[in-house]
């Protein structure tokens, strides 16, 4: 059975001990902007920036003449080959490289 901690009580904290705090000396509107806190109007109209996933990674099974293609055409374009396969990919994901597949025989 799993037990309740009680929540610590600051403001029971003696003040001499560093604890305290002095509700008087609020920064006014130039501290503020010198510390880069936003005024309470603009905090609402702010945006989350998230930070960018890292990259995921992917297994492919290919052929060694594939590879080599690959490689070949990522010399040509001074690219790393991987760099290349990754921006194929994303090029056919967003739509933007079309592939038009025709069954043979």
Do not use: C
Not at 21 to 37: M, T, V
Not at 64 to 92: D, N
């Amino acid at each position: 059975m799993k037990t309740k901690r009680k929540k610590t009580n600051y403001t029971a904290e003696p003040a001499e001990e560093g604890w305290g705090f002095d509700g008087a000396r609020a920064l006014d509107r130039g501290q503020q902007k010198a510390a880069g806190i936003p005024e309470p109007a603009a905090v609402g109209k702010m945006k989350v920036v998230r930070k960018p996933a890292r990259p995921a990674r992917i297994n492919i099974r290919t052929t060694h003449e594939t590879i080599a293609g690959l490689r070949a055409r990522a010399e040509e374009a001074g690219l790393p080959y991987q760099t290349l396969a990754a921006s194929v990919l994303h090029m056919v994901a967003k739509g933007e490289l079309k592939l038009y597949l025709a069954r043979v025989g």
